[in-house]
């Protein structure tokens, strides 16, 4: 190496440090200019993307918010999209159906549903929007009802892919949602307890509620049975067509004493889902060899809110019996809760394909009262609990026009108005009751104020004529 050549690589040193000074400064100064690679600026998009898509995702429900009247179960917006487990479908609701079982839910009176906050619902149809893993036996766009404990009174539900049922061919959405918590039921109860065959005799009680119709058309699949049905006067005509033998109006007659007048040894099958004192009857009512199936409480409810007096009358009077009065009397009593055969799905899928090839074979068919919108949910409950309704109520998921949601409180004012008429007429007719308890006092008071008179009158004749 040159003396000449060690000086120049000296300052070539020199130069390449101080060309790389400047490269190294930036690194503590903010990355402005400096960009990513492309394949995490994709990453990252997609997950800008993905995220608002979750977040945006919203779904209208009924949640019973606590326990009291119709105003208790209120229409809110959920946001965020429900995530599915293995063997979950989500479906997107059409119907639900609505139940006796909601109405006792509302007051506190029903145990199988959770605490408020919470979204009531047993049943509903709908298509099938996604599958969770290891579902085999659904897919995307299948109609399918669905039957569940609770949660269902919603635009959209998970749930496990066995608690769905394909509909049929033919079968609307609000008929679909109409079929399982009545219809299986029903059949469950007939057949599966009480073994009904030719020639028996069978105690409807709610012959014109979802239950009632439901149990008529499956005592009609088998020859010669014959039904006896409570309801009201004005819908005997709908369940005699529908099926029922002798319609009994129990608001007006003792069903006990018109059921011995036409059948004296009493009834095969008796389905009670009144309770308390009404369960007593039953079972007395009973032929030797007869089946009680006991499968609610309806006496329990009265009025929009819990009634302590009614529920601590039915519990007073709530049935109970020795086994060896069941042994000398060779009857026997059977209880029913769908709601408590949630894990029982098999049992439940079997019962749900023999009523599903009786629609098809046009043996069975469910009976819509009416369909509401979510919004109306509160008049769909007081219909019911009224027991103004004939088959079953069917709230829809569709949303309620604009025109009709104006036409809301013009109705409410109305009603109210016919209240307030109702009360002035009931004023005016106590009113006018009491001017004629009024009326025939004086009447009455005018002979006695006459009878003194007259005596007068008589004793001074006498004294004249002694004169």
Request: net charge negative; glycine share 4%; proline share 5%.
């Given at each position: 190496?040159?003396?000449?050549?060690?000086?120049?690589?000296?300052?070539?040193?020199?130069?390449q440090k101080q060309e790389t000074k400047p490269a190294e400064e930036p690194k503590a100064e903010p990355p402005k200019t400096e960009s990513p690679p492309a394949a995490a600026t994709a990453d990252a998009a997609a997950t800008t993307e993905k995220v608002p898509e979750e977040e945006t995702f919203t779904y209208r429900a009924l949640v019973l918010t606590g326990y009291g009247g119709y105003d208790k179960v209120k229409l809110q917006v959920k946001k965020g999209k429900p995530a599915l487990k293995a063997g979950e479908v989500l479906v997107r609701v059409k119907a639900c159906g609505l139940n006796f079982a909601d109405l006792m839910a509302r007051q506190g009176l029903y145990d199988r549903l959770p605490s408020p906050p919470v979204t009531p619902g047993m049943e509903c149809s709908g298509v099938v929007e996604a599958v969770g893993e290891e579902v085999t036996d659904r897919k995307v766009g299948d109609k399918v009802m669905v039957l569940n404990r609770f949660g269902?009174?919603?635009?959209?539900?998970?749930?496990?892919?066995?608690?769905?049922?394909?509909?049929?061919?033919?079968?609307?959405?609000?008929?679909?949602?109409?079929?399982?918590?009545?219809?299986?039921?029903?059949?469950?109860?007939?057949?599966?307890?009480?073994?009904?065959?030719?020639?028996?005799?069978?105690?409807?009680?709610?012959?014109?509620g979802g239950v009632g119709i439901a149990a008529t058309q499956l005592c009609k699949t088998v020859k010669d049975v014959t039904v006896f049905g409570t309801a009201s006067a004005s819908k005997h005509e709908t369940i005699t067509e529908g099926g029922v033998t002798h319609p009994i109006d129990y608001r007006t007659k003792d069903y006990v004493e018109e059921v011995r007048k036409i059948s004296p040894k009493g009834m095969d099958i008796i389905l009670d889902p009144l309770g308390g004192s009404d369960t007593h009857k039953a079972y007395n009512l009973l032929k030797p060899m007869g089946k009680l199936i006991t499968y609610g409480a309806a006496n329990m409810l009265a009025g929009q809110k819990k009634n302590l007096l009614a529920v601590a009358k039915n519990w007073y009077h709530?049935?109970?019996?020795?086994?060896?009065?069941?042994?000398?009397?060779?009857?026997?009593?059977?209880?029913?809760?769908?709601?408590?055969?949630?894990?029982?799905?098999?049992?439940?899928t079997e019962a749900m394909n023999t009523i599903l090839d009786l629609y098809k074979a046009g043996k069975v068919k469910p009976r819509i009262d009416s369909t509401w919108h979510l919004e109306q949910v509160g008049d769909a409950m007081r219909k019911m609990q009224e027991r103004n309704n004939i088959g079953k109520m069917i709230l829809t998921t569709e949303p309620?026009?604009?025109?009709?949601?104006?036409?809301?409180?013009?109705?409410?004012?109305?009603?109210?108005?016919?209240?307030?008429?109702?009360?002035?007429?009931?004023?005016?007719?106590?009113?006018?009751?009491?001017?004629?308890?009024?009326?025939?006092?004086k009447k009455k008071e005018e002979p006695k104020k006459e009878e003194p008179k007259k005596e007068e009158e008589k004793k001074e004749e006498a004294k004249k004529e002694e004169k």
């Open positions: 190496m040159s003396g000449e050549d060690a000086p120049a690589q000296q300052q070539n040193a020199v130069d269902l009174w919603q635009e959209v539900a998970v749930v496990p892919a066995s608690h769905t049922f394909l509909i049929p061919e033919g079968m609307s959405f609000e008929e679909a949602a109409a079929l399982p918590v009545n219809y299986i039921t029903a059949y469950m109860m007939l057949f599966d307890f009480g073994n009904l065959r030719p020639n028996q005799s069978v105690l409807i009680h709610a012959a014109a709530q049935f109970s019996i020795h086994t060896l009065s069941l042994i000398q009397g060779n009857k026997s009593v059977c209880g029913f809760h769908l709601g408590y055969l949630d894990g029982e799905m098999e049992l439940i309620m026009p604009e025109e009709e949601k104006k036409e809301e409180p013009k109705k409410e004012e109305k009603k109210d108005d016919k209240k307030k008429d109702d009360k002035k007429k009931d004023d005016k007719k106590k009113d006018d009751a009491k001017k004629e308890e009024k009326k025939d006092d």
